[in-house]
């Protein structure tokens, strides 16, 4: 049978139709789609309570991360019926229609997404509250992004200046996480959620203050030309409209990369090390650790 052969099969009770098994997404790899939803059934226990209850943001590459990738909001058209969506106000008006997103709450969802070439899954701080309202936030996520010649490694060295800031405000449930590119996230679990207006306001001052502490190294403006040899903490993810890559997303690399849970001891570790591939994983390298390790990232 060729590999471009559409395949039928059952998951969990649920009929699917793969297309372009062999359809190679990650050319430096040859990585092929079946690679990819191989990897996504592998690694969906984990996974998928980190989406659970949030609508999905795809990064889709449907002919290769070097053939040019696209975001999608929406439902797709010719989505399975029994695929469930999560309406997601468009803005604070009232009136303005919902965006219909896709909910991928189990295994046969999360295989239709791979087999759509959606490489890369994003999602909100906050989970749908019945009936389709936004939730308050149950995170807070700090996004640090090194501006070359800095790498990983000094964003290991400010997330401990943040962590024992966060400590000091009472925010002690940190959970680091690779970007699955250049940086490392830094996520804050809120029990109880906290409003939006709240998180955004605290993420600021905090990201303001460890930049008025340390300007040697970090930057916490949006303006690129302040960031060479600098960390970025961009505190503007943590707003109702915006995503950050999922715990174990891929990441349309050259190569395929995963947005990976760490604990604080490997970023410490990174930081005194100075290797900036101390914190960088495939897909083969995460599963292992996730048999070893648990998932490290909670129940987000």
Known sequence: MSPETPTATEVEGRHLVLTNLG?????????????VIDYYVRIAPVLLP??????????????????????????????????????????????APAIHAPAIADLPSLVWAANLAALELHVPLWRVRPPGERGRFDQMVF???????????????????????????????????????????????????????WVREEAARIARAVERDHRDLVVAKMRKDLRPGKVFIDWSQNVPAKTTVAAYSLRAMARPSVSTPVTLAEVAACAAGGDPQALRFGTEEVLARVERLGDLFGTG
């Open 50 to 95: 980190h989406l659970a209850g949030r609508p999905v943001t795809f990064v889709r590459c449907p002919d290769g991360v070097d053939a040019g990738c696209f975001f999608e909001k929406r439902l797709p058209r010719g989505a399975p019926e029994w695929l469930r969506a999560i309406d997601v106000p468009r803005s604070s008006r009232s009136d």
């Open 23 to 35: 359809k190679v997404l990650f050319p430096e790899a040859g990585f092929t789609k079946a690679d």
């Open 143 to 197: 996004d640090l992004d090194p501006g070359p010649p800095a790498t990983i490694v000094e964003c290991c060295t400010v997330a401990q200046v943040l962590v024992d800031v966060l400590a000091a405000k009472g925010l002690s449930n940190v959970r680091p996480k690779t970007s699955g590119k250049k940086g490392l996230q830094l996520y804050v679990a809120l029990e109880p959620p906290r409003a939006p207006d």
